[in-house]
């Protein structure tokens, strides 16, 4: 008995208090039940940053792309270099051998 009337002296007058009541209510509305929510949130938070690991790697790649450009256009020793080994041109005295290896596909 003595339990319940220190619970109900010391608990009772903040459960009636209705700022503490509404101020309970308004957090746990806006953690949970609200457009942005923790979950939201923290899953706009992940997305930003899977998108900036990407625009990291595409500058990587744009600036990479950007100086083999500038040294194609500069250079003709690497233009040529460039020709033989993705287009396979070749000179007029010249013969081409391809080599094509096959990979084997793992079925487990």
Do not use: C
């Amino acid at each position: 008995m003595k339990k319940n009337k220190l619970f109900s002296s010391k608990y009772l007058p903040l459960l009636k208090n209705k700022y503490l009541l509404t101020s309970v209510g308004f957090i746990i509305w806006l953690s949970f039940f609200d457009r942005n929510d923790f979950i939201t949130t923290w899953t706009y938070h992940k997305k930003l940053k899977a998108l900036q690991k990407e625009e990291a790697f595409y500058d990587e790649e744009i600036k990479k792309n950007t100086d083999d450009l500038n040294n194609l256009l500069t250079n003709r020793q690497t233009l040529e270099k460039y020709a033989r080994e993705h287009y396979l041109m070749k000179k007029d005295n010249e013969d081409i051998f391809v080599t094509v290896t096959e990979h084997k596909e793992n079925k487990d």
